[in-house]
């Protein structure tokens, strides 16, 4: 997940190598237990038109030192690639990165910021560059959009959605244009989410409250709050969030989601994470009903079985 940061000066790490160590990295990254977590990662294409040149880059709020630098280029087998290091303005880099973005349409969803019009003949959803994740512009979020479109139009029914990891709020915000009267739960682990939430939902016409048709929000670690438990069990979990975590929360979501509950679970890599990810899914008593792939990320959809 891309990190959410909160307007004061932070630094930036970045190790360009080939996609392949990049991703293996990354791998490595999650059988790290004692990670400073304050040290944010993230892997990427360097551009579109160069899908085997990658970056690992890394988030800090104070300016790095060795022990930093050494924990992000130990990521690399081998001889690890030139870091560089880069004091960034106090702007948040999501907002920068993201200002004037083209729109994006995914399934029957488009999603714009201000600067862009809106379409009456999509379910249509304006989200400013904000200080989180999850504006539809990176491919996890898109290929989110369009699999709950297909579990729509599948028939399944959801009156009770959660959205772990929520950022935006743009997830669960789509999943209840499409399930109007459900009741929905969007969860983050950072406060910075809650006025973005607050300012989208009101941008959007969301209704915030506990009740059917209406969204709450809750900060949260992970499944680790009363008010997600005691509003399950749900029909529907989201959760856009990283492999490492997705697979340590799998005996979570299988307790609150209801039997034959859908899962969406994104953030993760084709190849070793996708299949960790399911087989930790498949240990907590889920089965895969859909699978999608958007460059080189899969989206999973799966359902929890049916107690016998």
């Not at 939902?201 to 915030?208: E, G, K, Q, T, Y």
């Amino acid at each position: 997940m891309e990190p959410a940061l909160f307007g004061e000066i932070t630094w930036k790490l970045s190790a360009f190598a080939p996609k392949r160590k990049v991703q293996a990295a990354l791998l490595a990254h999650d059988l790290i237990d004692d990670w400073d977590y304050e040290l944010v990662i993230a892997g990427r294409e360097e551009a579109e038109n160069k899908p085997d040149d990658w970056v690992l880059e890394g988030w800090y709020p104070r300016k790095p030192g060795k022990a930093e630098k050494d924990a992000l280029t130990g990521l690399f087998a081998g001889k690890p690639p030139k870091l560089t290091v880069e004091e960034l303005p106090p702007q948040d880099w999501v907002t920068l990165s993201q200002h004037n973005v083209t729109p994006i349409r995914a399934g029957r969803f488009h999603v714009h910021t201000p600067d862009y019009p809106a379409d009456p003949q999509a379910i249509d959803f304006v989200i400013p560059a904000s200080q989180a994740f999850g504006t539809g512009q990176h491919r996890t979020t898109a290929g989110c959009l369009e699999m709950l479109d297909a579990i729509k139009a599948s028939g399944m029914v959801a009156r009770n959605i959660a959205d772990i990891g929520t950022g935006t709020g743009l997830l669960g915000f789509a999943a209840l244009a499409l399930w109007p009267r459900a009741r929905t739960t969007l969860t983050d682990i950072d406060a910075v989410c809650v006025p973005v939430v607050e300012e989208n939902a009101a941008l959007n016409a969301i209704p915030l409250g506990p009740r059917a048709g209406e969204a709450v929000m809750v900060v949260a670690d992970g499944m680790d709050d009363p008010l997600i438990k005691v509003r399950g069990p749900y029909d529907l979990l989201i959760a856009n969030i990283l492999a490492g975590p997705l697979v340590e929360l799998a005996p979570d979501f299988a307790r609150v989601i209801a039997p034959g509950g859908s899962l969406l679970l994104a953030g993760l890599l084709a190849g070793e994470q996708e299949a960790a990810v399911r087989r930790a899914m498949h240990r907590a008593g889920f089965r895969m009903a859909a699978r999608l792939q958007r460059g080189d990320w899969a989206i999973l959809w799966l359902r929890r079985r049916r107690m016998r």
